[in-house]
């Protein structure tokens, strides 16, 4: 297994996850979550070769529902976790150029 398709999918684990955190439920329509599902969206279209048919499919349909709900900016949690995870992606993807 790569090490990006391993980061990948252990960043997917992390957003379903959260999705199952009664804690967390409204991050699902905060922009950090959005901004998350883009750059995962991003790295996978990217990499379409490494990673499942379903995870991107999962991914693309749950950023695609941006259009669909109310997205509130940042609403300034401490620890934001998709804020953090985007930043590990971001720098990942840089370090692999």
Not at 29 to 55: A, V
């Amino acid at each position: 297994m790569t090490g990006i398709k391993k980061f990948l999918e252990n960043i997917y684990k992390r957003i379903l996850e959260l999705k199952r955190n009664d804690e967390y439920k409204k991050c699902l329509n905060c922009d950090c979550y959005f901004g998350l599902l883009y750059y995962m969206k991003e790295e996978l279209q990217k990499n379409e070769d490494l990673i499942s048919k379903e995870m991107l499919s999962n991914i693309l349909s749950a950023f695609n529902k941006r259009k669909e709900v109310k997205i509130y900016q940042c609403l300034g949690c401490d620890p934001c976790p998709p804020a953090e995870w985007t930043t590990e992606l971001i720098r990942k993807s840089k370090t692999r150029r």
